[in-house]
């Protein structure tokens, strides 16, 4: 029995006359997260995307499933059986290939769309049809259309008629590239990984960048934030990752600057460093987990002054949440396990014991007015390392 998926792209029917764009980079975004499973032919018709294997071959349904339930701008989708537009095939096709499906349910309903209204029988009767006979096929069966347990859908569409149970919830958001790229300030806690997710649920591309300071962190630190963008990365696709060295910088703020602006004065740095190479990767934000109040370095004041030192606009989704909303995404999102292990990241050491909460600009501009920063800025950035990570990357 030929099957195929159907996807619901949902929010890109507003899109008005963009819409095809919008449709075309999820179709593009589709077809890359699934080659390694066969070629595919992707058609558009009426808010729906049919996925259909090229070849008799056998696919692995279920892992293309697992994958399209990760992409961004799909509302909904469904694994579906192909059948001739033959009401009597339809009724046969509908038992056979949902009769495991039914078999557990209790109640049912079907529903049809006839997109094709050359086909001579109406929604009505198709339905009609279907459920008498999966009725006189399953024993216990019972029709409850307010509140089923199992919808049985029928789609008359121009070539086949297509067949499917229950309609699974798809990750939602806009496709992946539809809103420009960001680059992600990663440390490898709880927050950073959520709102790299969020962020590219709203269509954004992610780069990445790390900052490593050994020998106070270990390689174990940076093989975590290997893990958390892999995880990142099954819904964002695969992140360009630039670890930065920044074990200088730290030692010179440690030796230079009041204990209690320690983490501002890092956290600026971290803004300036990030804005040159994002914009080398063509990224036209940054992005990051900040959270206000959650530590003395996130509040208002502290914000304001940490906005300051970049040169782009800053993205802080989890800007309202509080700890237990953003814990609740990355067990989602499967990221908290790997966040809570213990391996520091350069964001822990040297920490202030008394950190000031509410800094100005003009009081950070004259704390770093000691040294030129130029020169360690500089070759921070044309030493940070470059590599790509995929979702198949492992701790």
């Not at 930065?244 to 300036?272: K, N, S």
Request: glycine share 6%.
């Amino acid at each position: 029995m030929k099957e195929v998926l159907l996807l619901k792209d949902g929010e890109l029917s507003l899109k008005g006359q963009n819409r095809s764009t919008f449709e075309d980079i999820l179709v593009k975004n589709c077809k890359r997260r699934l080659s390694h499973l066969g070629k595919f032919t992707f058609t558009k018709s009426q808010s729906t995307i049919t996925v259909e294997p090229m070849m008799d071959e056998a696919i692995d349904w279920d892992e293309a499933v697992k994958i399209i339930g990760k992409v961004f701008g799909i509302v909904g989708y469904s694994r579906a059986a192909i059948c001739e537009k033959d009401l009597n095939t339809i009724c046969k096709t509908a038992q056979a290939y949902l009769s495991d499906t039914l078999s557990d349910a209790k109640t049912f309903k079907v529903e049809a769309k006839r997109s094709d209204k050359k086909f001579p029988y109406g929604s009505p009767e198709i339905c009609r049809e279907v459920g008498g006979y999966l009725l006189s096929k399953n024993r216990g069966l019972k029709v409850n259309v307010h509140q089923p347990q199992l919808t049985v859908t029928v789609e008359i569409r121009d070539r086949y008629a297509f067949i499917h149970g229950n309609q699974i919830k798809g990750a939602g958001g806009m496709p992946v590239g539809t809103n420009g790229k960001g680059m992600l300030l990663i440390s490898g806690g709880i927050d950073s990984p959520v709102a790299g997710w969020m962020m590219a649920k709203r269509g954004i591309a992610l780069s990445a960048v790390h900052f490593a300071s050994p020998p106070y962190t270990s390689k174990r630190a940076e093989m975590k934030v290997h893990e958390l963008l892999s995880k990142v990365a099954e819904y964002s696709g695969r992140i360009k990752l630039y670890t930065v060295c920044f074990t200088d910088i730290q030692e010179a703020i440690r030796d230079h600057c009041p204990e209690d602006t320690f983490t501002l004065v890092m956290r600026r740095h971290m803004m300036r460093i990030a804005s040159v190479l994002a914009q080398k990767d063509g990224a036209a934000a940054l992005i990051t987990g900040e959270s206000v109040g959650q530590v003395a370095s996130q509040t208002i004041y502290a914000l304001g002054c940490t906005d300051q030192a970049a040169s782009l606009p800053i993205f802080r989704p989890c800007i309202g949440m509080d700890k237990t909303e953003i814990i609740d995404i990355s067990r989602k999102i499967h990221t908290f396990e790997t966040s809570i292990q213990p391996y520091e990241d350069c964001c822990t050491i040297f920490t202030p014991k008394h950190p000031k909460t509410k800094p100005t600009p003009e009081l950070l501009d004259k704390v770093e007015s000691v040294m030129d920063w130029s020169e360690l800025l500089k070759q921070a950035v044309e030493t940070a390392k470059e590599e790509w990570i995929t979702q198949e990357e492992s701790i």
